[in-house]
């Protein structure tokens, strides 16, 4: 690779390429070799060019950005660009089709310039990424928070081993910064959580779901006593995902007020 990364921007709002554009441009280290603003040019351009990175719209005009994902496999290139994908939905299905395409990062718009930055640098650095707005910035902004959860999850005898241990680690942060998020579980807080970590969202739901499971029939019950309380009924058994979440969120966000 040469020194400069290699840019192309597909994007069908001029404004908005024209901003990625002098964003990039105004950056050391990056070269951007052309903006592409429909599926031939974008195609053209990448097999011309051959880009490091391409940064593409999802809904580009007269093709959605999925079948230019599809294309370029098709495209005889010496070197397959890393490809960024970005869009107002957060979809599950959507972003499944995208890296099962060979996406290798999803970002959600609106987002911060600087995230996409660094999501750049990762892939090329060789540290492939997966990041949303919501979830790039958890735990950077609150280490308080951070610690505060982790302590929960660990005193409650969630294995840390475990993947849904991380899973339930960032949900609680990110509920407890936005109850608003606990309104819709499965739309946008399951998805969220697999952008982080590359996967999908049932599989965040079951690997919580395990979590919960474990805490529940192994871990500390004085601790879970104390959280759930008159919650615990032997006949429904343990509390569902958004309410072992909700509650110990709510709780965090009191102590807060509180304190």
């Known amino acids: 690779m040469d020194s400069e ?45 051959l880009p490091d990175i391409v940064i593409l719209d999802l809904v580009i005009p007269h ?36 890296t099962g395409l060979g996406a290798i990062c999803f970002i959600l718009k609106p987002f911060d310039l600087s995230m996409l930055d660094m ?29 505060k959860v982790t302590e929960i999850v660990r005193r409650m005898g969630v294995p840390a081993h475990i993947q849904g241990y991380n899973y339930l680690r960032d949900a609680l942060i990110m509920a407890t910064e936005d109850a608003k998020l606990m309104n ?12 982080k970590y590359n996967t999908t969202a049932s599989r965040v739901e079951r690997a919580i779901r395990h979590a919960i499971g474990l805490a529940w029939d192994r871990g500390n019950m004085e601790m879970i006593n104390e959280y759930f309380g008159c919650m615990i009924d032997i006949e429904k058994g343990k509390p569902t995902n ?6 110990i969120s709510d709780r965090l966000r009191i102590g807060d007020k509180l304190a």
Do not use: W
């Open 242 to 247: 958004s309410e072992f979440i909700a509650t």
């Open 63 to 98: 093709l959605k950005g999925l079948e230019v994902l599809g294309r370029v496999n098709d495209l005889n290139l010496s070197k397959r660009p890393q490809i960024i994908v970005m869009t107002a939905s957060g979809q599950e299905t959507l972003i499944k089709k995208a």
């Open 5 to 49: 990364i290699k840019l192309l921007i597909v994007e069908h709002t001029k404004i908005f390429s024209d901003m990625l554009r002098g964003y990039f441009s105004s950056l050391s280290g990056y070269s951007v070799r052309s903006c592409a603003h429909s599926k031939l040019e974008a195609l053209e351009m990448i097999e011309k060019h």
């Open 184 to 195: 819709a579980v499965t739309k946008e807080f399951y998805p969220m959580v697999a952008g």
């Open 119 to 147: 999501c750049i640098r990762q892939l090329t650095n060789n540290t492939p990424s997966y990041i949303t707005p919501a979830i790039a910035p958890a735990g950077v902004k609150n280490k308080d928070l951070e610690l």
